[in-house]
């Protein structure tokens, strides 16, 4: 999941302590690090990559995808965030099934941090755990992994009751679980960089 790097219309908290450009550039360079990331697996044949962007038009969203060296790529849509991520499941369904591709990883691009052990970490966790979340330090998560038991009949829980954008995301998500037999694991909780109080805590 992709935010298209414009100026002033990327990063809006952080650009009021560094700026409109320097912001955008911010957002540019963490993009790139989640694809160069993901690409690693890809390359080995572990995962196959789609970048659902937003901020841009069709046409500019596949020239991008081609600057990016992704082939398959589909706009975010409207919505809150759990809307465009069931948007994206059902897009990519019939290509998942043709591929007997049985999990859905969906990673955020605002981790400097993020490293291919951490994906590498999700997919080992995914055999035996039905939800893989990273939590970051806002209060939501960097990484959300579906399994096949929720893609195939609880696909709407980890996107109900979500105050999306608020520090109650990742609790949110876990509650909707509380009742069920489905498991679920944490990983490491990392930093997303959204403000320059975010860059300080990574020193």
């Known amino acids: 999941m992709a ?15 560094i700026g409109k450009s320097n ?4 957002q540019s360079v963490m993009t790139k690090h989640t694809i160069s990331v993901a690409k690693f697996l ?4 572990l995962i196959d990559i789609s970048i659902a962007i937003s901020g841009l038009g069709l046409g500019n969203c596949k ?4 600057e990016l060296g992704i082939k398959k790529f589909n706009l975010q849509g409207k919505g809150c965030l759990g809307e465009k991520m069931k948007r994206q499941i059902i897009i990519n369904k019939k290509f998942c099934a043709r591929h007997k591709i049985k999990n859905i990883i969906f990673i955020g691009t605002d981790l400097p941090d993020l490293c291919h052990q951490d994906l590498l970490n999700t997919l ?28 195939s009949s609880h696909i709407y829980l980890p996107f109900i009751n979500i105050k999306w954008g608020t520090e109650n995301v990742l609790q ?13 694991k944490f990983l490491d909780k990392k930093i997303d960089i959204d403000t320059i109080i975010d860059i300080e805590n990574r020193k």
């Open 124 to 151: 080992k966790e995914l055999q035996q755990n039905d939800l893989i979340l990273g939590p970051s330090n806002d209060g939501g998560y960097w990484l959300i992994g579906l399994s096949e038991k929720i893609m």
């Open 172 to 184: 949110n998500t876990i509650d909707n679980f509380a009742k069920t037999k489905l498991s679920y």
């Open 3 to 17: 935010k298209w790097h414009a100026f002033g219309r990327c990063k809006t908290r952080l650009s009021k302590d």
């Open 63 to 66: 020239r991008l995808a081609r």
């Open 42 to 45: 890809q390359e080995n044949k």
């Open 23 to 26: 912001s955008a550039k911010v």
